[in-house]
T-cell receptor
Framework: DAGVTQSPTHLIKTRGQQVTLRCSPK?????VSWYQQALGQGPQFIFQYYEEEERQRGNFPDRFSGHQFPNYSSELNVNALLLGDSALYLC???????????FGPGTRLTVL | DAKTTQPPSMDCAEGRAANLPCNHSTISGNEYVYWYRQIHSQGPQYIIH???NNKTNEMASLIITEDRKSSTLILPHATLRDTAVYYC???????????FGKGTSLLVTP
């Protein structure tokens, strides 16, 4: 039973560029949450998707957007990248009732 | 969600029990206590969660005080692979975001 998968593992972008990160949830899960983890900090909640809609959003600017597909996989898009967007981006999946979240390995984004 | 307080760091000798405390004095009646850990640069790993009764699984035991204002995560026989940052999170079970604090950095030494 595959767990949560994320791609790519690492990527490097330059300021002003746009990036798309991808996540496939654990089998049987339909809810996907995204988190940003800066170096030395705990993960910070970006948003959660359920039934292809954004259900809850953390304190992140509109440059951060997402999408959920009918197969429950999800994308995180970040526009106009800033140096401060360099972080580990984590995806977590859970069942319909928003219970226990299981995390993927993360995508390490470096913005130069 | 209620706020949690954890010590920033702890040490434990390999083979001994690691007891990680968490204070959540403002916890509400419908809020659960969740524990996750994060080994360096990996995604957080779910360990255990509970409402008011003590819980045990293959990874750890969770002891919640009767007034639910604090809890302790117990790793019964710590190994070097248990070195990680441990996060205590309080959350309603149907809630959305997990609010991670700074956690406790546990170092298991030989």
């Amino acid at each position: 039973d595959a767990g949560v998968t994320q791609s790519p593992t690492h990527l490097i972008k330059t300021r002003g560029q746009q990036v798309t990160l991808r996540c496939s949830p654990k089998s049987g899960h339909d809810t996907v949450s995204w988190y940003q983890q800066a170096l030395g900090q705990g993960p910070q909640f970006i948003f959660q998707y359920y039934e292809e809609e954004e259900r809850q959003r953390g304190n992140f600017p509109d440059r951060f957007s997402g999408h959920q597909f009918p197969n429950y996989s999800s994308e995180l898009n970040v526009n106009a990248l800033l140096l401060g967007d360099s972080a580990l981006y984590l995806c977590a999946s859970s069942g319909t009732r928003g219970d226990t979240q299981y995390f993927g390995p993360g995508t390490r984004l470096t913005v130069l | 969600d209620a706020k949690t307080t954890q010590p920033p760091s702890m040490d434990c000798a390999e083979g001994r029990a690691a007891n990680l405390p968490c204070n959540h004095s403002t916890i509400s009646g419908n809020e659960y206590v969740y524990w996750y850990r994060q080994i360096h640069s990996q995604g957080p790993q779910y360990i255990i969660h509970g409402l008011k009764n003590n819980k045990t699984n293959e990874m750890a035991s969770l002891i919640i005080t009767e007034d639910r204002k604090s809890s302790t995560l117990i790793l019964p026989h710590a190994t070097l692979r248990d070195t990680a940052v441990y996060y205590c999170i309080v959350r309603v079970n149907s809630g959305y975001a997990l609010n991670f604090g700074k956690g406790t950095s546990l170092l298991v030494t030989p």
